[in-house]
């Protein structure tokens, strides 16, 4: 578990870091977001013990990062944006120096064949780590991360580099280490965050912005209630009655999508759910629903609304 608790941290005048206090239990992938300067890497380096705090507490499994920082980093495993290779050395060398860097206990020789297995570098065990693509060199700095196997796994933009058949299976391995592992996850690529975390942190100018899972948080962040359903019906026939019923803001017909069958882009008023009402005037007059989908928020858009503007929701509020 890591919990942080009312973690703050400054440069001079300047909070990078305000007062930020969450946890992540046991088996949580944790996804952490935040734009360019909001604190996002700040907090992530107070959590490895890279910096210290300003105040506050960092605590990993109970042990605080500046109090016992030996006991406290030796349960963490760390992948920070750019790898810390040693490009003189082999991968086979540089994993056996970090094997007793961490000092670590387990059986070196089988210990560190499962590491390459799992990372896919076995085939490149024996080059050394400058001639090695971009891709290779992120798998071999994610592999050094997992030797010792750590309880708690920090992982900042793991998948840069990486073709997309190599982000796959990273995406898979992570999901796979966060049964049995705390893992933050740090990454631009939204769609992998959601595709991947349990739950997601945004971070914005030094607090903590939105704390929820990803449907939660569309849910909180838009007050939009828009469908898109593609009705076999008289388009003309169609709209009319759309526009008939109460708590409509606007209907659209959009290009036709089978022979003489369209979709429509229908927003409600804020709080109102039209889809009862759409099934049922589809009902009356014979018609028939071919599709129906709500248009949920991206985690792209969540981020950009919470962002730009001055939206902050944590699980409290969601829950409330």
């Known amino acids: 578990m890591i919990e942080v608790r009312n973690l703050t941290k400054h440069y001079g005048d300047k ?11 046991d088996g949580q992938i944790l996804g952490f977001l935040g734009p360019n300067g909001a604190g996002k890497s700040t907090t992530m380096n107070m959590l490895t013990g890279y910096i210290s705090s300003t105040s506050g507490q960092a605590l990993i499994n109970g042990v605080d990062v500046l109090e016992d920082p030996i006991k406290a980093k030796a349960q963490i495993g760390y992948l920070p944006e750019i790898p810390p290779l040693y490009l003189d050395m082999t991968v086979k060398a540089y994993l056996n120096f970090v094997y007793d860097l961490k000092k670590c206990k387990l059986p070196r020789r089988s210990h560190l064949k499962d590491v390459c297995t799992l990372c896919k570098i076995k085939d490149v065990e024996n080059r050394l780590i400058k001639n090695l693509s971009k891709g290779y060199k992120q798998r ?7 030797i010792n ?8 933009e793991p998948t840069v580099g990486l073709d997309p058949k190599q982000i796959i299976d990273i995406r898979t391995l992570i999901k796979r280490l966060g049964k049995n592992h705390t893992v933050i996850l740090s990454s631009h690529i939204l769609s992998e965050i959601q595709a991947v975390c349990d739950r997601v942190i945004i971070i914005n100018k030094g607090v903590v912005a939105a704390d929820d899972t990803a449907a939660n948080l569309s849910n909180k962040v838009t007050t939009d209630h828009r469908v898109i359903v593609r009705i076999d019906g008289p388009k003309a026939e169609v709209l009319q009655k759309i526009r008939e019923l109460d708590n409509i803001k606007y209907v659209r017909a959009d290009m036709e999508r089978e022979a003489g069958i369209y979709e429509y882009e229908i927003e409600a008023e804020p709080g109102v759910d039209i889809r009862r009402e759409i099934n ?6 014979g018609w028939n629903i071919l599709l129906l989908r709500t248009m949920e928020m991206t985690l792209e858009d969540i981020f950009l609304k ?4 001055e939206t902050i ?4 509020e969601a829950n409330a």
């Open 149 to 156: 196997n750590p309880p708690v796994l920090i992982l900042d």
């Open 280 to 285: 049922r005037i589809v009902r009356e007059n």
């Open 140 to 146: 071999v700095g994610l592999a050094q991360a997992l």
């Open 306 to 309: 919470i962002t730009m503007g």
């Open 313 to 316: 929701i944590n699980e409290k």
């Open 15 to 25: 909070k990078a870091v305000n007062d930020i206090s969450f946890t992540v239990e």
